[in-house]
Structures are given as structure tokens and as C-alpha cells.
Nanobody
Framework: QVQVVESGGGLVQAGGSLRLSCAAS????????MGWFRQAPGKEREFVAA????????AYADSVKGRFAISRDNAKNTVYLQMNSLKPDDTAVYYC?????????????????WGQGTQVTVSS
């Protein structure tokens, strides 16, 4: 069992920035791929960004490419999502997820463990 805890969400104005953090338990964190997903009320959960076990491969949804950046610090068992130029459409609960196989993939079904989410609200 891997524990996953997101933090850093909040309320910001359009054009502002937030940095989300995701801390995951496990001595083998460095072998995990990590992903960020988001879900707005009444909508399906959607892929945001992912990073592979080495940090050498990343993937982004088209809607956030150029604005968001995913990174990881294996010494801290933590992955980050830097979100810039935020838009009201970015408003959602953001979830962090773990893939033990170490792949940076976009499909939610590939991830084994999930956090509880952190709310991001962007006002216009």
C-alpha cells in the first residue's frame, strides 16, 4: 500500500500561479512514474501531466502544455506540478497517482494508487 498526499491547492486569480506537491510513501519511490489528473464537478477525470521513473520523460495534456510543468525530487519522495497562467477552466480537484511500472502514461487505468485530491479554484 502506497500513501499519496497532495497539497498546494487554493484560490487564485486568472493569470496567477500555484505549485502543487504530491508526497508518496515507499522506499522505491524512485522507480515509480507519477501522474497528475484533474476532475471538475460533473465532468470526467482527465489527464494533466506525467513523469517517468527517471524524470527523463514527461507528458502533458494539450490544454496545459506550455503553462504547466511536472518535476520530481526523489530524495523527498515528492512530485510537483507548477501551474502558471492559470485559467478559470483549470478549476478542478487535482489528483496525484502512482504507477509502479515507472511509465509516464496518460491513461488513469495504468495508475495503481491515488491521493485524495487538492482543490484548485481560478477566478476570472
Amino acid at each position: 500500500q502506497v500513501q499519496v498526499v497532495e497539497s498546494g491547492g487554493g484560490l487564485v486569480q486568472a493569470g496567477g500561479s500555484l505549485r502543487l506537491s504530491c508526497a508518496a510513501s515507499g522506499r522505491t519511490f524512485r522507480s515509480y512514474a507519477m501522474g497528475w489528473f484533474r476532475q471538475a464537478p460533473g465532468k470526467e477525470r482527465e489527464f494533466v501531466a506525467a513523469i517517468d521513473w527517471s524524470g527523463g520523460r514527461t507528458a502533458y495534456a494539450d490544454s496545459v502544455k506550455g503553462r504547466f510543468a511536472i518535476s520530481r525530487d526523489n530524495a523527498k519522495n515528492t512530485v510537483y506540478l507548477q501551474m502558471n497562467s492559470l485559467k478559470p477552466d483549470d478549476t478542478a480537484v487535482y489528483y496525484c497517482a502512482v504507477d509502479f511500472l515507472g511509465r509516464a502514461v496518460v491513461a488513469a487505468r495504468e495508475y495503481e494508487y491515488w491521493g485524495q485530491g487538492t482543490q484548485v479554484t481560478v477566478s476570472s
